[in-house]
Structure formats: C-alpha cells, structure tokens
C-alpha cells in the first residue's frame, strides 16, 4: 500500500539558517513526488515534483528537494529561512499504478526573527 | 492561464440544513476534480474526485454527495448537515487523463461552520 511519512510535526528554525522538513514514501512502483504549501486560511500551493532524472528538484520560492531513492525519501530544503516561509508543508505520493494521491499529514515551519 | 475559484470564503449553517459548494475551473479542459476536507488544519482527506461530466468516485461513505454537471464545474452537496461536517473544504483540478506527474492545483477553500 502506498503511504507518506512527515515524521516532524513542527519544525523551528532561526531567519537566515538552512530548513528541512523531512518526507518518506513507501509505494509499489516509481514514485511521483510533490511538495505544497498552505499558508492560513488558504488552498495549498504547489511547490515542486519530482518525476524522473536528476535527484535534486528546484521549485518556487527558493526551495528545493532531494530524492533519494535507497531512503525512500524526499525532503524539502531551503538555504536560508525567511520569516515569510512559515506555513503549513505537504508531501505527496503517487505512483504508476493511481492516479490520486496519497497525502502527508504536513509539517508546521515556523521560522523564527 | 488556468485559474480555480471556489465560493463561499466561509459559510454558517445550522445543523439539519442543506448545502451547496460551488467550484469552476477556467482555462483548461476535461481536468480532473477533486473534494478535499481539512479538519483541524492538518490532514487532507479526498472525499470525492471526477475524471470527466456525470463521473463522480466517492472515497468516503457520509454525508456528503458531489456532482459535475459541466466539465468544470464540480458541486458538493448535502441535504442534511451534521456537527461533524463543519471544516475546510478544498477544491482541487489537475490535467485531464489521470497524468501521473501533474500536480494538483487548489482553490482557496470553504471554511464551513456547523452551529
């Protein structure tokens, strides 16, 4: 069965420092990966996918993704915070198999002045 | 471009009333639709998608019930509303014929409150 971990619930992090949130995936075929964001009272918005080639993704806002197909993972990086990144941070799963899908249950940035 | 407008922002409904939530898609063709709640603002759960007019999968068995009776046009509906309805609604579209590696796209919510 397919599935998503964020195994962090919250992360903090000082202005200026690099972030991670952390993301695992377990699926059956190739994994098709994505990041959104949500920032209160909003929808989410899409940040980045990783489908095939080079490991390391760039998306929106300065961030960026390593999969890593031996850890089964895809955590979302960014070289230095801004207060403005605090939000709410999904990872998502499919893979060949469906065409939904499967949801992290989000990590909370917050990014300290 | 392609945009997404969902409506209300926020709605107030007793317990017992019927509801309607309405989301259109422009700029594209035969997307994929899809209902989202969020409870607590966390989790998402799908509560129903649609890969074409009249198609609706239903992935939790409620309250609720969907319809698209445009191609992007998609509507959530409930004859009768619970306490345990109450949350964040989301609407969702991505490119038509099931593309594993397109993202989906999001409007920017219903905040529904049960009284």
């Known amino acids: 069965a397919q599935s998503v971990a964020q195994p962090e619930d919250q992360v903090n992090v000082a202005e200026g420092n690099p972030l991670t949130v952390k993301c695992t995936y377990s699926?059956?075929?190739?994994?098709?990966l994505f990041w959104y964001v949500q920032y209160p009272n909003r929808g989410l918005q899409f940040l980045l996918k990783?489908?095939?080639?080079d490991n390391l993704v760039k998306g929106s806002y300065g961030f960026e993704a390593e999969f890593n197909k031996s850890q089964t993972s895809f955590h979302l990086k960014k070289p230095s915070a801004l207060v403005s990144d605090s939000a709410l941070y999904f990872c998502?799963?499919?893979?060949?198999?469906?065409?939904?899908?499967?949801w992290g249950a989000g990590t909370k940035l917050i990014i300290k002045p | 471009s392609q945009t997404i407008h969902q409506w209300p922002a926020t709605l107030v409904q007793p317990v017992g009333s019927p509801l309607s939530l309405e989301c259109t898609v422009e700029?594209?063709?035969?997307?994929?639709l899809y209902w989202y709640r969020q409870a607590a603002g966390r989790g998402l759960q799908l509560l129903f998608y649609?890969?074409?007019?009249?198609?609706i999968s239903s992935e939790v068995p409620q309250n609720l019930s969907a319809s698209r009776p445009q191609d992007r046009q998609f509507i959530l509906s409930s004859k009768k509303l619970l306490l345990s309805d109450s949350g964040f609604y989301l609407c969702?579209?991505?490119?038509?014929?099931?593309?594993?590696?397109?993202?989906?796209?999001f409007g920017d919510g219903t905040r529904l409150s049960i009284l």
């Open positions: 969702a579209w991505s490119g038509p014929g099931g593309g594993r590696n397109q993202p989906q796209h």
């Open positions: 700029g594209t063709s035969n997307p994929n």
């Open positions: 649609s890969v074409g007019i009249g198609q």
């Open positions: 699926v059956s075929g190739n994994p098709y």
């Open positions: 990783y489908i095939t080639g």
């Open positions: 998502a799963v499919r893979d060949d198999s469906n065409y939904q899908l499967i």
